[in-house]
């Protein structure tokens, strides 16, 4: 998965604080996701992007904020983070269609 | 219902056995991933599939459109394929977004 780099790897904050989790791919793809992978519950669509300067909300966007201002990034982003936020997440990128998608390493943030 | 439903949740197999995890989905797909994670780490693709089967080494993956099913097999199971596998299906349109399964614990015995 050399293609997608995340951003920081490990994260801890206090609730109320804010952080920018980055997600970077270096294949010109089109299409980026932030997803969060919690037990139990499997891989959960947070927003997405379709291309530079767009973005979409996915299954589970509230508390979260994202940028697309360059095509290579992905931008997750937590004004005031909170316990319920303490997750895995991981971002993904593809050209779309039947090409392959490739995926992040994961951050793991806990948020006390 | 999930979009995805992978089947079953948790195996437990003993060392050389046949593995077969199942995928359904309810939507329409412009491929199916099988993808492979270990605990505490990344995910790994195994496999892309839009038709027919795949192999790479001892693992083989099938896709069905008309029925809307997958399924991953491992030939001669090994501890070391303990994992996580997780069914993903990318949507047509949409998007193109990736709608995952909530994955399938593998445990193989020595």
């Known amino acids: 998965n050399a293609g997608v780099t995340q951003t920081p790897k490990f994260r801890v904050l206090k609730t109320g604080q804010s952080m920018t989790l980055l997600c970077a791919q270096d294949?010109?793809?089109?299409?980026m996701y932030w997803y969060r992978q919690d037990p139990g519950m499997g891989l959960r669509l947070i927003h997405y992007?379709?291309?530079?300067?767009?973005?979409a909300k996915g299954e589970v966007p509230d508390g979260y904020n994202v940028s697309r201002l360059k095509k290579q990034n992905f931008l997750l982003g937590l004004e005031s983070a909170a316990p319920s936020q303490t997750s895995v997440y991981f971002c993904?990128?593809?050209?779309?269609?039947?090409?392959?998608?490739?995926f992040g390493q994961g951050t793991r943030l806990t948020v006390v | 219902k999930n979009e995805v439903e992978q089947s079953p949740q948790n195996l437990t197999a003993q060392e050389g056995e046949f593995i077969t995890i199942n995928c359904s989905y309810s939507v329409g797909i412009s491929a199916l991933h099988w993808l492979q994670q270990h605990p505490g780490g990344g995910i790994v693709s195994l496999f892309m599939l839009s038709s027919g089967k795949k192999k790479h080494g001892r693992l083989i993956a099938t896709i069905n459109i008309q029925e809307k099913h997958s399924s991953l097999h491992i030939t001669a199971s090994h501890p070391r394929d303990s994992a996580v596998y997780i069914c993903a299906a990318r949507r047509r349109f949409l998007g193109d977004k990736i709608i995952f399964g909530k994955g399938t614990r593998l445990h193989i015995l020595p």
């Open positions: 992007s379709v291309g530079e300067g767009t973005t």
């Open positions: 294949m010109n793809h089109e299409y």
């Open positions: 993904a990128s593809t050209l779309g269609g039947q090409n392959e998608a490739f």
